[in-house]
């Protein structure tokens, strides 16, 4: 990806800190506490306050929460201490995503299928309850929501401190930003539908724009291939940034009637090249960029011979190319600079 957003603590984070305990203190515990009851609670307050609450109403998202709650911890009492041992390291596995997408190979994912493999009953009922859970049905219910605020909130608070205004996996499109009543969808980027346990985490979600979200992404897994091999991903988080480096080559100077085929990008560094060939298979990232290169060419050319005033063409370049390495992601700089070096390299200005 061009760029890592910075992770904000918000109180949404609350909603993954009572399934952390639904799961290590409710579930995991089963097996010695036998009976279900409101008292399993009692070391946390607050989620405690939740569950009577959605027991003594009558909502669609608040019964679902609470009678799937009831029927793992059913489950998990048939459980022996190794299948529980089993499901504790894959739970935490998969709520590091930062290690995962470094391809630690101390952390190792787990899907529905694994747990299908352990217990089928279990896998369906975890499935039904993590891909629901992040949902406005539960998640804008007043009792839960006094405590962990709305998604909305946490996008008005995320977009102030993640001002670039662009998608951070394409940089070709804009991002809402805080003055707006719209707002980006969050991808999970470990997809929901394969990956247990994660489907709350913030830091396995973030905004994205549409075209990389549904038109590209989808339900694509970034830590394994196509063929399953495991992979290194960019880590949506990362707190050093990834300094990209672009490298454009033109198979053709006829500017006018460029196409994507006359035009080759490499991508770098050398260092990132299993999470560079990841983004590109998860993003479509190539074959957009050379899209959008064909596109802007003629314009990118006009701007350097129409607006350069009494400076020659090579001179103007400068100019732009100084412009574009200082704001890279206005008006996708990031792809003129490389692409006008690429002209230069023709001789075009000359």
Known sequence: MLFSYQYINHSMEKMHEFVDYIFYEIWCKAPVNLCYSFDLYNNNPELKEVIISFHYSSTKGGDFFNATIEKIFGIFKTLTPDEISQLRIWYHSNNNIENLCKNDPTFTPSTYPD??????????????????????????????????????????????????????????????????????????????????????????????????????????????????????????????????????????????????????????????????????????????????????????????????????PSEFLLVRLETARRYPYSENNFLRKPFLEACEALDIFT
């Open 115 to 312: 747990i299908i493999r352990l217990n089928a009953d279990l896998g369906a009922a975890l499935k039904a309850f993590f891909v629901r859970l992040y949902s406005q049905e539960l998640l804008s219910l007043k009792v839960l929501s006094d405590k962990i605020g709305s998604i909305a909130d946490h996008y008005k608070e995320f977009v102030k401190i993640n001002f670039k205004r662009k998608c951070p996996f394409c940089g070709l499109y804009p991002i809402d930003g805080q003055y707006v009543h719209t707002r980006e969808a969050y991808d999970h980027y470990l997809p929901k539908s394969k990956y247990p346990f994660s489907s709350i985490n913030f830091k396995n979600l973030a905004p994205i724009c549409n075209k990389c979200n549904s038109s590209n992404k989808g339900s694509k897994d970034p830590l394994f291939d196509k063929n399953g091999k495991r992979r290194k991903a960019f880590y949506t988080y990362n707190s050093n940034p990834y300094n990209l480096e672009f490298d454009i080559k033109l198979n053709s100077n006829d500017i006018e009637s460029l196409t994507p085929q006359d035009i080759t990008i490499t991508f770098g560094p050398e260092s990132l090249e299993e999470e560079l060939k990841t983004w590109n298979e998860l993003f479509g990232i190539e074959e957009r960029y050379m899209e959008e290169c064909s596109a802007e060419a003629k314009y990118w050319l006009t701007q350097i011979f129409d607006e350069r005033g009494d400076k020659s």
